[in-house]
Nanobody, 118 residues
Framework: QVQLQESGPGLVKPWQTLSLTCIVS??????????WSWIRQSPGKELEWIGS???????VYSPFLKSQISISRDTSKNQFTLQLRSVTPRDTGVYYC??????????WGQGTQVAVSS
């Protein structure tokens, strides 16, 4: 049974870089055909897909955010990481990691609250 858990700071100052790590157990992140994804939800807003890293290590990013983000992985730890650069208060919200298959998300972490504030 795959489990995902987000880890990272709850508070980030404006213009800094937010780094979040997703710890995966029960499934290797290099297993075909899965993609490992980041999604967020700001207060009062829809869920927003941020980007994904594939089993192969290839990445795909939201066109709205791709200049700001980077997703990487550490296969030795079975983890993948989101970096969101130059954050503003608009980046405040709940951040989730999730497993994707056939363009849908079948497993989610519990989410982690991130506030961007000075």
């Amino acid at each position: 049974q795959v489990q995902l858990q987000e880890s990272g700071p709850g508070l980030v100052k404006p213009w800094q870089t937010l780094s979040l790590t997703c710890i995966v157990s029960g499934e290797s992140i290099w297993t075909y055909p899965y993609y490992w994804s980041w999604i967020r939800q700001s207060p009062g807003k829809e869920l927003e897909w941020i980007g994904s890293i594939a089993h192969s290590g290839s990445t795909v990013y939201s066109p709205f955010l791709k200049s700001q983000i980077s997703i990487s992985r550490d296969t030795s730890k079975n983890q993948f990481t989101l970096q969101l650069r130059s954050v503003t208060p608009r980046d405040t919200g709940v951040y989730y990691c999730a497993r994707a298959w056939d363009y849908h998300f079948d497993s989610w972490g519990q989410g982690t609250q991130v506030a961007v504030s000075s």
